[in-house]
């Protein structure tokens, strides 16, 4: 599902890079969306022939050079599509889906300090690049970087108010910087966008436990596991939030996350459940 999503994505580009082409077409531009054509039918070899040809009419060709550099990337020839990407930002130093483009395949192949370089260089000439925002929220957060994964996810947030992921992420962060009620405020959030969503009801309940709402607590982290029984992490933190409050019911959870072989089970049993 993400593979296709990410095609998709480099067609919706693709096409919107397409429509701002405007005046008189001359043959680069005419090879340039022939190979749109094909990228529509997932025909990347002849997609990436009638790019080059279109490089070959006009080497500053922006892009027919983003495009190029998209195939390869698709492809899985990285290497190349380096060189295309390099190729596109010295044309147009100013290409914020460049610097995107190319932050991404440096973050695959752990170019570290050449991704963060990139991905700002993205935001700093688009401020709105909802995409980019995100990807640097995701590499913030991986790093603990929480005061600034909250800055990119405030600002992604204003752009996209009813992407839900965006509140999960934001209330992982706020929970890091000690913004209990902050982090309970986005959880809400997400679950008020996305009913089913599990991930909103287990932080949720994690973030209400911190707080020392226990009943909610236990309210969120049940919800949680009617949606997915098989969730045993989930019998473990309901039987730690029911044992805080000593209620007996807590080894029956414990009971049961032991039947999925949570080594973790057993030991709590032996502690609480004597």
Not at 43 to 59: G, H, P, R, V
Not at 112 to 135: G, R
Request: hydrophobic residues 40%; contains cysteine; positive net charge.
């Amino acid at each position: 599902m993400k593979r296709f999503a990410y095609y998709a994505l480099v067609a919706g580009v693709i096409s919107v890079l397409s429509s701002c082409s405007g005046g008189k077409k001359d043959s680069s531009d005419e090879h340039f969306q022939k190979g749109n054509d094909f990228i529509y039918k997932s025909d990347f070899a002849n997609a990436q022939k009638e790019y080059e040809k279109a490089i070959e009419s006009n080497k500053n060709n922006t892009r027919a050079l983003y495009a190029l550099a998209t195939v390869f990337e698709l492809q899985g020839e990285l290497g190349k599509s380096l060189e295309y990407y390099k190729a596109l930002l010295e044309a147009d130093s100013t290409f914020a889906l460049g610097y995107f483009g190319r932050a991404n395949v440096e973050q695959a192949i752990g170019l570290k300090p050449e991704f963060q370089k990139d991905i700002d260089k993205a935001i700093h000439f688009k401020p709105d690049f909802f995409m980019a925002l995100l990807s640097r929220s995701r590499a913030k957060l991986g790093t603990n970087n929480y005061v600034d994964a909250k800055a990119d996810l405030d600002a992604a947030i204003n752009i996209k108010p009813t992407y839900v992921m965006l509140y999960e992420m934001r209330g992982t962060a706020k929970m890091k910087l000690n913004d209990v009620d902050g982090a309970i405020a986005d959880f809400t959030q997400q679950i008020k966008l996305d009913s089913n969503a599990i991930a909103g009801y287990a932080n949720r309940s994690v973030a209400y436990d911190v707080a020392n709402k226990d009943s909610l607590a236990i309210k969120d982290i049940s919800r949680a596991l009617k949606s997915d029984p098989m969730w045993g992490q989930g019998y473990i933190y309901r039987a730690m939030f029911k044992h805080k409050i000593k209620d007996n019911d807590a080894c029956h959870d414990l009971a049961i996350a032991k039947t999925m072989r949570l080594p973790m089970a057993e030991q709590y049993i032996k502690e609480y459940c004597k």
